[in-house]
């Protein structure tokens, strides 16, 4: 499955909820304002650790976090993807689960 | 037949996703396919019990979750982390339904053919 997130943590916490039902194998892609999760000091620094760490994946939008000067502060582990990389991710699975 | 999931997670009148799924929920069981809902985060919040929305102006649509039945939508799942946290319990909640731990929750999850959040 393809966790899709666009919040910001600081808003909401669909991202916490997310990584809560992330099992191994899934997916976890970060666009729009979910991106400032992916930056470092962000208050989910931990739990996308270990999400990491039960095998579910990480991704951030590219074109996202250079548009929210963010893309020299993303962390490590966190694949970047472009649009083309986004649509991948979305065929490359079977399910998308977008947490509004 | 696809199983669909919807995944309930906002108050029910601060914003139009609660009566948006409601409506979405029915279209989708009258197409005869396997529907489940679920309730976590603020959603849990849109089958509690004693709705009275005259004050506020706008229709008190918690009712419809009881005629849910009728339209054979009978998987109504909530997310035992979010009601502990409300202080809420099950004899709080206008509607049958069962209680999930996290790990079954992310199993019937990914169990889905197709999953629309609110």
Redesign the interface.
Same mark, same amino acid.
């Given at each position: 499955?393809l966790h899709i997130v666009n919040k910001s943590p600081y808003q909401t916490?669909?991202l916490e909820?997310c990584l809560?039902?992330? &099992?191994p194998g899934?997916a976890v892609l970060l666009i729009e304002d979910g991106i400032y999760a992916a930056t470092t000091g962000s208050p989910m620094q931990a739990s996308l650790g270990q999400a990491l760490a039960q095998q579910v994946k990480l991704y951030a939008l590219k074109p996202d976090l250079e548009a929210r000067g963010m893309d020299s502060r993303v962390l490590p582990d966190v694949t970047l993807v472009d649009y083309s990389g986004f649509v991948d991710l979305v065929s490359e699975h079977?399910?998308?689960?977008?947490? &509004? | 037949m696809k199983k669909f999931m919807f995944?309930n997670?906002?108050a029910p009148y601060g914003t139009i996703?609660a009566l948006e799924s409601l409506e979405v929920v029915l279209i989708t069981a009258t197409l005869d396919q396997d529907v489940s809902l679920v309730f976590?985060?603020d959603g849990v919040y849109e089958i509690v019990k004693g709705q009275q929305t005259k004050g506020i102006g706008i229709k008190n649509f918690s009712p419809s979750y009881r005629a849910l039945d009728g339209y054979d939508v009978e998987k109504l799942y909530v997310d035992q982390?979010s009601l502990t946290e409300r202080g809420l319990s099950v004899s709080d909640l206008l509607v049958p339904v069962e209680v999930l731990e996290?790990a079954q929750?992310?199993?019937l999850? $990914?169990q889905?053919?197709?999953?629309l $959040?609110?």
């Open positions: 499955m916490r669909s909820s809560r039902m992330a &099992l899934h079977p399910t998308a689960n977008s947490w &509004l | 995944v997670r906002k996703y976590m985060d982390a996290t929750m992310a199993e999850m $990914s889905q053919d197709v999953i $959040s609110f």
